[in-house]
């Protein structure tokens, strides 16, 4: 994945924290997912083990066909942890 696609993510999920239109919120949700499922192949592919775990739970929480339905106030913190770890790994992911 190249690193701007990874930054551009990191941004979103960062902006998500303020009252957005609900079209946001699943475009943000296909692009994390799509972001963290390749995170996660990645890194499984290098057989890393933590990493892919956090990855893959990522990329479940914010699948856009099976949507968790959770209040606002839950997905601010899932939002900030998601891009922060995001750019915190960024190297691993990155291509």
């Not at 919120?25 to 890194?43: C, P």
């Not at 939002?79 to 750019?87: E, G, R, Y």
């Amino acid at each position: 994945m190249p690193l701007p696609v990874v930054y551009i993510t990191a941004a979103l999920l960062y902006l998500a924290i303020f009252p957005l239109p609900p079209g946001y919120y699943e475009l943000l949700r296909i692009v994390a997912s799509g972001t963290f499922a390749w995170g996660a192949y990645q890194n499984f592919s290098q057989k890393k083990l933590l990493l892919p775990l956090a990855y893959s739970l990522f990329a479940i929480v914010f699948n856009p066909v099976s949507e968790i339905a959770l209040a606002k106030e839950l997905w601010i913190p899932i939002d900030l942890l998601a891009a922060t770890v995001l750019l915190l790994t960024k190297d691993h992911i990155a291509e």
